[in-house]
């Protein structure tokens, strides 16, 4: 059975800073990996997807890396601002009919 | 930018009563799923549908889960006989996958179901 970590599940960091977001996963046979954002209240914003073949996906200041045989993955998010604060969820899919897998998510918080 | 409807945002019902959860997935969209977030907790797969049937459901949609696409556009989740554990985030999603699964999964806002 799938299972997705994200750690940590909380960080505070002040505008500007880069950071980093990490997401493991115990069974490498994934079809892909998406990034999402989540809003309080809100629904999910897919951010990045990086099909099972591919290393990274780049979008703006955002930049993703899989490694799939050690289960990994991370977000990187450059020059973070506060509208950057949010719910980031890391998911994988396993199955061809589509079941997607998420973690816990990690709560970012960009302070002015 | 085409987006997911769902409809209501939020559904109060007694337990033991019947809900309808309504979906309008993006237009050209093949693959449409069910996912739900007990508050807290992890975003968990219900179902995926695709080709007017079931293409997956995972442990927690038994019997008292049913999904339907009544005409082209609308997505249903249909809870039979509402408990006290079904009360959660009931999000619908749909992606385009044509030719590759390697497509994004567009979600709707959610509904908030609480049953009382």
């Known amino acids: 059975k799938q299972e997705v970590t994200q750690i940590p599940a909380a960080l505070s960091v002040p505008e500007g800073e880069n950071l980093v977001l990490n997401c493991s996963f115990t069974?490498?046979?994934?079809?892909?990996l998406q990034w999402f954002r989540q809003d309080p209240g809100k629904g999910l914003t897919s951010l990045l997807l990086i099909q099972s073949s591919q290393r990274e996906q780049t979008s703006g200041r955002l930049n993703a890396s899989l490694d799939k045989s050690s289960g990994r993955s991370t977000l990187y998010i450059a020059a973070s601002q506060p509208g950057d604060s949010a719910t980031y969820l890391c998911a994988v899919t396993n199955t061809n009919a589509g079941k997607s897998t998420f973690g816990d998510g990690t709560t970012l918080t960009v302070k002015p | 930018e085409p987006e997911v409807t769902q409809t209501p945002s939020h559904q109060v019902t007694q337990m033991g009563q019947e809900v309808i959860l309504r979906c309008v997935p993006i237009?050209?969209?093949?693959?449409f799923y069910w996912y739900r977030q007990i508050l807290g907790q992890k975003v968990e797969f219900l179902v995926s549908f695709y080709n007017n049937e079931i293409s997956e459901k995972s442990e927690i949609f038994d019997d008292q889960f049913s999904v339907e696409r009544p005409d082209g556009s609308n997505f249903t989740l249909k809870i039979r006989s509402t408990k006290l554990e079904d009360s959660a985030m009931y999000f619908c999603?749909?992606?385009?996958?044509?030719?590759?699964?390697?497509?994004?999964?567009?979600f709707g806002s959610g509904t908030q179901l609480s049953v009382l």
């Open positions: 999603a749909s992606s385009r996958r044509r030719d590759s699964i390697n497509e994004k999964l567009f």
């Open positions: 069974d490498s046979a994934i079809y892909n």
């Open positions: 237009s050209n969209h093949l693959y």
